[in-house]
């Protein structure tokens, strides 16, 4: 292959993953976390990036509750415990809740929801809902990661002579650990930045720390829309 080959191909996968909404949603959310921690919190032009990123990214989010709401009428796999079940589902509910109510908010810091008062609380609110739904997150991936490990501990043991990397069942079940292990750092990060956002606890998690934790949880998210072949370059 030569090297505009290898360019074209290249700038070609650049297109398809900026194709996706949520991508850009994400590479958005960086860019809002990044000017919060700059700014932590005082006027400037990072606070106006950080108010006209967020306001951007609502549009991005725009019928984005139809996805969990899909979620939860659709069927768990069998054989999953009937706590993480329900976990599963409160966090779709929830997050379904959160997207909708969004979009009210929208509405109001567009103008065209006039009662500022009403969407300031029903801002609130989807914080909530959010929060609630990142914590739901963190438990079912400590429950599937426990799940994971008995397994392949069982596995380990049905192939202690032989080399455990070399089996494909095993390999796929390190790498679904990993995913889940990294997906448990982001939900954990977003329960901070929730914490934030709703001003819990101002003294310890300041706009700085929670434009850290964003930041930080929105780059883990772009790394998780990059296709297979493409993480595996970038691991």
Known sequence: MTT????????????????????????????????KFLSNGEPGTAQNVDKSTSLARKVFRLFKFVNNLHALISPTPQGTPLPLVLLGKAKDALLSTFFVLDQIVWLGRTGIYKNKEQADLIGRISLYCWLSSSVCTSLVEVGELGRLSASMKKLEKELKNSDKYQDE???????????????????????????????????KVTPRVTGAFGFASSLISCYQLLPSPAKSKAS
Do not use: H, W
Not at 170 to 199: C, F, H, P, W
């Open 4 to 35: 505009l080959d290898a360019t074209r191909a290249e700038l070609a996968f650049v297109i398809l993953y900026l194709n996706k909404a949520e991508t850009r949603d994400k590479i958005c959310r960086a860019i809002q976390y990044g000017s």
């Open 169 to 203: 069942l095993y390999r796929a079940k390190l790498k679904k650990s990993n995913e889940r292990s990294l997906a448990l750092i982001k939900s954990g990060m977003d329960t901070v930045v929730a914490v934030g956002l709703l001003q819990l606890a101002p003294k």
